[in-house]
């Protein structure tokens, strides 16, 4: 089955103890992305990338890292994070040409 | 400024009445994609339609329509004959090079038995 996989899908952390959220997606994507959901803000984009080696800031790329060093994962690295960082995240990718996105079943965390 | 803008931040409407989410965007790209998702109570996105710049034509999809219109930079969303499975929050998004995407800050939507 074509999907993007997002792990851990619930978390609760404390502040200052690095972690990372993975995503894989089994279409040969070559593009990815992560996005935030926060109440009345909707999702806005943290990182996206466009091929292997190539990632470039979305809207609020302030406290995250990722890296693109396979096509099919994407992961998303919290190295210090703070209270502000709880949120709803969201993995995508999206085929050539489609331009569609094809979004993971989220991943709540909790930073204490 | 926010580049997509969903102004009804809930709507309430007794079942089999239509509902029209609205959605207007702003860019100064010729060529952009709008979209729009689905996020059921289970939380999941769930794409619903693509439509790029160039395509104008209002489309339907069973009791899903959606009236794209550049002179007033909207992309509504009617839903007609509502069921209470229609009940959701349902996000607008623009993509202009394909690369970034936005989303607007979505509608919920609750249709009521």
């Known amino acids: 089955e074509a999907q993007v996989t997002q792990n851990p899908r619930y978390l609760i952390t404390v502040t200052g103890k690095k972690l990372t959220v993975t995503c894989s997606q089994n279409m040969n994507h070559e593009y990815m992305s992560w996005y935030r959901q926060d109440p009345g803000l909707g999702l806005r984009q943290i990182y996206y990338s466009m091929n292997v080696e190539v990632t470039d800031k979305g809207d609020v790329p302030e406290g995250y890292k990722v890296s693109r060093k396979e096509k099919r994962n994407f992961p998303l690295i919290l190295e210090s994070p703070s209270p502000n960082q709880t949120s709803l995240y969201f993995c995508?990718?999206?085929?050539?040409?489609?331009?569609?996105?094809?979004f993971g079943a989220g991943s709540r965390l909790t930073v204490l | 400024a926010q580049k997509v803008t969903q102004a009804q931040t809930e709507i309430s409407v007794v079942e089999k009445e239509d509902v029209t989410l609205d959605c207007v965007y702003e860019t100064r790209d010729t060529t952009y994609y709008l979209f729009w998702y689905k996020q059921p109570p289970s939380g999941e996105l769930v794409f619903l339609i693509r439509r790029n710049s160039f395509d104008e034509q209002n489309e339907i999809s069973g009791r899903y329509s959606w009236n794209f219109q550049k002179s007033t930079s909207s992309f509504n969303f009617t839903i007609t004959a509502s069921q209470v499975v229609d009940s959701a929050v349902y996000f607008c998004?623009?993509?202009?090079?394909?690369?970034?995407?936005?989303f607007g800050t979505g509608t919920s939507l609750t249709v009521i038995p």
């Open positions: 995508a990718s999206m085929g050539d040409g489609a331009n569609v996105l094809t």
């Open positions: 998004a623009l993509s202009e090079a394909g690369n970034q995407f936005y």
